[in-house]
């Protein structure tokens, strides 16, 4: 069962977890990796991803000191994101995650590759010569 932001289980995996789950948080942190951006630069290098959704992964990647948010205070807003010094701390563990990424992809289109090589043989009818299973007895009802 997954374990919620509100309740942090014991495992520490859980609580690495629930601050990097989401469906685009590690294509966020990756974007951002190279260096601060504007929000519509991370709209406009996942596209993807709605804007609803970037917003709601940056406030909650915000709420979780992972990532900064740097308002100009100018007119019309200027906001850039970067990760966090804490943020920073992500870096060894996203990287070993992205390096087995790489080898599950490579593996898997392996696997493809593999499967549409394979031959396959044309399917028969099921034959009943040479079983030793008897005919069903129908019930009477009595």
Do not use: F
Request: proline share 8%; net charge positive.
């Amino acid at each position: 069962m997954a374990v919620s932001k509100k309740e942090i289980g014991e495992c520490p995996i859980d609580a690495a977890l629930s601050v990097i789950d989401g469906r685009w948080k590690g294509t966020i942190l990756w974007r951002l990796a190279d260096g601060p951006m504007r929000t519509a630069e991370l709209r406009r290098s996942i596209p993807d991803m709605t804007e609803r959704m970037l917003i709601r992964h940056l406030h909650e990647l915000v709420a979780d000191g992972i990532i900064e948010r740097h308002d100009a205070g100018t007119v019309p807003p200027c906001v850039h994101y970067s990760i966090s010094e804490y943020g920073k701390t992500l870096e060894p563990v996203l990287g070993a995650l992205c390096d087995w990424g790489r080898k599950d992809m490579a593996r898997r289109a392996a696997q493809l590759r593999h499967n549409a090589a394979a031959p396959t043989s044309p399917a028969s009818p099921p034959s009943s010569a040479g079983t030793t299973r008897r005919p069903r007895r129908k019930l009477n009802p009595a």
